[in-house]
């Protein structure tokens, strides 16, 4: 895949992965379920829409740092925090796995398969 095809794709993943996460905030900013519960519909219903095809993706480290970005971002709205916190505190809080970590598992579950 070119490089900017891969943009293109990127920023694509991105705004769906948003839509979803919009689509049901109802659900984050609610009050009535657990953190553990928002996170695991959080890692089930919005970032395979992030993660989408990531099979194929070679990623940069800019690229990286883009998806963990946007997934801090969802997670920190789904907290309702706008400080400065640190990441691996979010993802002891919320237990959240890193975006570039399932990134590299569907990777290699694809290489499995081949």
């Known amino acids: 895949m070119s490089y900017d095809k891969m943009e293109k794709d990127l920023e694509h993943r991105k705004k769906k992965a948003w839509r979803g996460y919009w689509t049901l905030s109802e659900v984050f900013k609610g009050n009535k379920l657990k953190l553990l519960l928002k ?43 706008n400080d400065q916190i640190r990441n691996t505190t979010i993802r002891e809080q919320t237990g959240a796995r890193d975006i570039t970590k399932v990134v590299r598992q569907l990777k290699m579950d694809y290489a499995g398969h081949l």
Do not use: D
Not at 43 to 51: D, G, K, N, T
Not at 53 to 80: D, K, N, P, Y
């Open 39 to 81: 996170t695991k519909i959080l890692e089930s219903c919005v970032i395979p829409c992030l993660a989408y095809s990531a099979q194929t993706w070679t990623l940069t480290l800019w690229q990286e740092s883009s998806l963990q970005t946007i997934q801090r971002s969802m997670v920190r709205s789904m907290l309702g925090r």
